[in-house]
């Protein structure tokens, strides 16, 4: 099956068997300015240069797909704030495209499959699967399947308030979690913090639209200490937000996947803390934070294709 | 069967059918400071009492209890901060006590169960009942099921932290929603703002330990300038609070129970309208808030009184 994670920056798509195994994974820019069509086009060239070149080893079943705001129940994706697609059935267009049977599910849900089928939550029934991007998405697991909430879209940790008086959001809010605690979160706390204190940075000798959580990223690595600082609060907010969500939903454990969840440790390990701190006694040294256990951060392509996996083998 | 729902300032308990009709039911201070056993003793007594007056039409069966932090896999209530009991297992206490079977949930459980089966939610599948007391507590029904987590605690909605330099809490954290959201927190809120104001209000007349919520629901009510601001207040803390939780969960509807939701649209109708300006558009205009459809409030009662139906009714 071919899996398709559409994210903010880039789309990642990857063929992957059965068993989990991606056979071959690319990365191309999502371009979100342009429609849903023009990057399906896009996806396909790649795609079927691949099957061409394999064509007697591989055969394409069908396709999986994880995006932004998407209905596993209708097809949707509706107006996705980090994608200016507005609200189109990317079932239809990804179907017309291919020519092949299309299963779409949100992105944080897909990672969550992947995770659980073959990544960090293998055995686990109640869990939650966190995307850090260039958004913040989540896939809540419950008693073993995806929770979809009445209306589908359950799992929209991104815009959950922290600071009412807080940033501006693309979606039209302010101080949702995403501002904080995503690539472009970084960056902005970079920025921020930058203009507040007094000590040393390098983060001020490089231009502020060049700044990418990436560069902060390696900075704090060296010890620069504002890039230490932002990965701090991010890990304050991010610390506090999962307390809040365990003591509400439960789990075993979050999965923390996607681009920023490659910062490790620097985020990881005082993201726990701060969770813990925000616990009340009955939730305290219960829930683990784990990284993604998919190797290469797969989780969201590998998840998508398990889903259209489970939805065409017989196809 | 006998309901008892365990408050920390009042316990209410009553013999409910298993139509759910309410035979009759009575009121006690919880006194939250002395033993589990003592309320225990006193609570029988007086059932003891109705009982040998009725005793030709009434047989009590068993007993359910809601009460906070209550375990329904252990029996156990865990360190509640609103009563000062430590962790006690008050299934065997009670049954001790009565002499006959007992099952215990947590309070805003056996409000939801209430609620669903006798109450605003008959007929739903996905909601959350807001118990608005002493504390704030929240049962959250998935899929027609109370969810418990995987720790059995889910639901403990009146610690999420919405403010971490905010109120010192008696869990020992700060800025958790029911220092700010529960009949408490709505004088705490009544206090700082006759501090911060100078317009002219009737709050400060009172001596601050004297001030209760029904006391600045009444002042509201007659148009006192701090105490509808105090209501304001509370709602936007409340309807951002609840949009966070429906983007994660995806409810139906919230079901809002207790003391104070007899404040009735002086706080609903603003929490609606504060929840739907904290919601993305895919979740907009769906999510109802209704009040409890227990007659009396007594959702927690007779979902406890349910609760021990559900169980021991070939008792």
Known sequence: MLGIDIGGTNTVF??????GKVIEDFSIPTKAKKPAKELMVRVREIADHFLLENSEKYFLNGIGIGAPNASYYTGLIENPPNLKWGTVNLVKIAGKCFN????????????????????AAKGMKNFIAITLGTGLGSGIVVDGK?????????????????????????????????????????????????????SETRIRE??????????????????????LETFD????LLGVSLAN????????AFIICGGLAKAGDLLLKKTKEYMESHLIDN???QIKILPSGVGNG??????AAALAWTEFSNA
Request: charged share 20%; hydrophobic share 40%.
């Open 233 to 236: 609060y991010t890990a304050h």
């Open 206 to 227: 490089i231009p502020t639209e060049e700044l990418s959580a990436k560069k902060i990223t390696d900075l704090a690595k060296k010890g620069d200490a504002v890039a």
């Open 283 to 285: 939730f305290k040294n």
């Open 146 to 198: 995806l929770h979809y909430g009445a209306n589908g879209f359950a799992g929209e940790l991104g815009h959950v308030c922290i600071d009412f008086r807080g940033r501006h959001c693309g979606c039209g809010k302010r101080g949702c979690l995403e501002c904080y605690v995503s690539a472009p979160g970084v960056v902005r706390t970079a920025i921020e913090l930058s203009a507040k204190r007094v």
């Open 100 to 119: 092949k049977p299309v299963k779409i599910t949100n992105d944080a849900n897909a990672s969550a499959l992947g995770e659980m089928l073959f990544g």
């Open 14 to 19: 990857g063929f992957v068997q059965k068993n």
């Open 298 to 303: 797969n989780s969201a392509v590998i998840g």
């Open 245 to 252: 969500v365990a003591m509400t939903v439960g789990p075993e």
